[in-house]
């Protein structure tokens, strides 16, 4: 059974920094690509970041380049996004995801197949 968890969110004041973990089980995690989504109160889900299944290619919204990096340790088939310079817009409960395809990469939401529960991350003074 595929299962993606999340944890690493809370309250962080504008400026600060969070890093989020997503540890997945029950696929070789080391054969997908993965991603961060984030929806935010009234908005629609949106694509924050994904990298590769090998890892060494990301890609990032405009939104959060330069803010936000996401790694991977497939020693612990972990999906991580390092989070700085946090702003109040960047308020969303985020989403760890499993692309549906095996070495394939993509920004689009209906391409990915799991999802974890999310985690809340409020920027707020």
């Known amino acids: 059974e595929v299962q993606l968890v999340e944890s690493g969110g809370g309250l962080v004041q504008p400026g600060g920094s969070l890093r989020l973990s997503c540890a997945a089980s029950g696929f070789t995690f080391s054969s997908y690509s993965m991603a961060w989504f984030r929806q935010a109160p009234g908005k629609e889900r949106e694509f924050v970041a994904a990298?590769?299944?090998?890892?060494?290619?990301?890609r990032y919204a405009d939104s959060v380049k330069g803010r936000f990096t996401i790694s991977r340790l497939s020693a612990k088939n972990a999906v991580y996004l390092q989070m700085n310079s946090l702003k109040p817009e960047d308020t969303a409960v985020y989403y760890c995801s499993r692309h549906r395809s095996i070495t394939t990469m993509s920004r689009e939401e209906y391409e990915y197949d799991y999802w974890g529960q999310g985690t809340q991350v409020t920027v707020s003074s």
């Open positions: 990298i590769r299944w090998g890892g060494g290619i990301t």
